[in-house]
T-cell receptor
Framework: NAGVTQTPKFQVLKTGQSMTLQCAQD?????MSWYRQDPGMGLRLIHY???????DQGEVPNGYNVSRSTTEDFPLRLLSAAPSQTSVYFC??????????????FGPGTRLTVL | AQKITQTQPGMFVQEKEAVTLDCTYDTSDPSYGLFWYKQPSSGEMIFLIY??????QNATEGRYSLNFQKARKSANLVISASQLGDSAMYFC????????????FGTGTRLQVFP
């Protein structure tokens, strides 16, 4: 199993540009989420999904869109990039909530810089 | 509201010694889970250990143990016999068992192990 994969690993955007961060998992996990990590602030939840066709907002959703058309994929879209969105983005997945002690599996991260 | 507090921005420990990383939490939900993750300099997030709010015994995973004091709302991570490879950022996180898998993270503690 590849686990959780994210592309690209690095990206530089200009203010106002849009892009999609890709996330895929091959573990048939129901739950997927996107976090951003900024220095000194830990990880903050952007959006999450509890299954295909179901998404909801996390702590910092403004400026981002998500969709979950399949169990495997959970892309994050930046609609109009701003310098405040410069961050490291992590995608994570976890199995059914009945398996509560398994923890979330994280992808390797995408380092995004917005100029 | 949920909150995770890690008050130690940085810790030093000598190789082979034990070290405790502090974590306190706040929640009004009686059912929740507590997690510790390790983030080495390479950037990936590695799940270490989990403690459920109704678990009677403290969780252990190899050299990691979680000192869970429910009345004090603390969930400290104890690393025994520290190794140079333990040098990393450590994040405490909490999940309220309300039907989703949302994690709230603390700001992290940077542990440095010296010979």
């Amino acid at each position: 199993n590849a686990g959780v994969t994210q592309t690209p690993k690095f990206q530089v955007l200009k203010t106002g540009q849009s892009m999609t961060l890709q996330c895929a998992q091959d573990m048939n996990h129901e739950y997927m989420s996107w976090y951003r990590q900024d220095p000194g602030m830990g990880l903050r939840l952007i959006h999450y999904s509890v299954g295909a066709g179901i998404t909801d907002q996390g702590e910092v959703p403004n400026g981002y869109n998500v969709s979950r058309s399949t169990t495997e994929d959970f892309p994050l879209r930046l609609l109009s990039a701003a310098p405040s969105q410069t961050s490291v983005y992590f995608c994570a997945s976890s199995a059914t909530l009945r398996d509560r002690g398994s923890g979330q599996f994280f992808g390797p991260g995408t380092r995004l810089t917005v100029l | 509201a949920q909150k995770i507090t890690q008050t130690q921005p940085g810790m030093f420990v000598q190789e082979k010694e034990a070290v405790t990383l502090d974590c306190t939490y706040d929640t009004s939900d009686p059912s929740y889970g507590l997690f510790w993750y390790k983030q080495p300099s390479s950037g990936e997030m590695i799940f270490l250990i989990y403690q459920g709010s109704y678990d009677q015994q403290n969780a252990t995973e190899g050299r990691y143990s979680l000192n869970f004091q429910k009345a004090r709302k603390s969930a400290n991570l104890v690393i025994s016999a520290s190794q140079l490879g333990d040098s990393a950022m450590y994040f405490c996180a909490m999940r309220e068992d309300g039907g989703t898998d949302k994690l709230i993270f603390g700001t992290g503690t940077r542990l440095q192990v010296f010979p």
